[in-house]
T-cell receptor
Framework: KAGVTQTPRYLIKTRGQQVTLSCSPISGHRSVSWYQQTPGQGLQFLFEYFSETQRNKGNFPGRFSGRQFSNSRSEMNVSTLELGDSALYLC????????????FGPGTRLLVL | QKEVEQNSGPLSVPEGAIASLNCTYSDRGSQSFFWYRQYSGKSPELIMFIYSNGDKEDGRFTAQLNKASQYVSLLIRDSQPSDSATYLCAVKSDSWGKLQFGAGTQVVVTP
């Protein structure tokens, strides 16, 4: 069974631009969570989608948004990029949310210049 | 106070020895506990999960959970150089998907 896929793998943007990242979960998985990983803050939860609905949201500004499609694929968008948004963005999928283990994709490394 | 705490390390372990990693959490309502391994430049890879008090063994790995002490640990027996990585403790406190991660413990296995 194919794992979680994320595109693109690497991205370079400049301040003020916006970016859209994509995540395709493991086949059959309906829950998709997004995390930001930086050396200073570690892994931080952004949000989680289940059946096209946002179920949970972390403490990030409104510039960070996401959505999920009927096929469980998810996208996250960051508008008005700041230098501090440079990070590894990880997507994780699970069958359902309660007590289910999450499997991570390879991540998208975003560099904001 | 951070919600999930781990010693950052590095934890230096001789090859063949046991590596012991600790994690404490603040939310008494936490339900599920996970250990992930992350190699440099890679994404986290699930090693084990544990839901109930006690020990859970999987190959060379043993997870231990003590909810009364709000403590979860990971033992790596017969440590190998390939075990050199950062080990992340993650805690789920609700029925939805939010995982709270510790900062990770770097393990270095020396030949």
């Amino acid at each position: 069974k194919a794992g979680v896929t994320q595109t693109p793998r690497y991205l370079i943007k400049t301040r003020g631009q916006q970016v859209t990242l994509s995540c395709s979960p493991i086949s059959g998985h309906r829950s998709v969570s997004w995390y930001q990983q930086t050396p200073g803050q570690g892994l931080q939860f952004l949000f989680e989608y289940f059946s096209e609905t946002q179920r949970n949201k972390g403490n990030f500004p409104g510039r960070f948004s996401g959505r999920q499609f009927s096929n469980s694929r998810s996208e996250m968008n960051v508008s008005t990029l700041e230098l501090g948004d440079s990070a590894l963005y990880l997507c994780a999928s699970s069958l359902r949310t309660a007590q289910e283990t999450q499997y991570f994709g390879p991540g998208t490394r975003l560099l904001v210049l | 106070q951070k919600e999930v705490e781990q010693n950052s390390g590095p934890l230096s372990v001789p090859e063949g020895a046991i590596a012991s990693l600790n994690c404490t959490y603040s939310d008494r309502g936490s339900q599920s506990f996970f250990w992930y391994r992350q190699y440099s430049g890679k994404s986290p890879e699930l090693i084990m999960f544990i839901y109930s008090n006690g020990d859970k063994e999987d190959g060379r790995f043993t997870a231990q959970l003590n909810k009364a002490s709000q403590y979860v640990s990971l033992l790596i027996r017969d440590s190998q150089p390939s075990d050199s990585a950062t080990y992340l403790c993650a805690v789920k406190s609700d029925s939805w998907g939010k995982l709270q991660f510790g900062a990770g413990t770097q393990v270095v296995v020396t030949p």
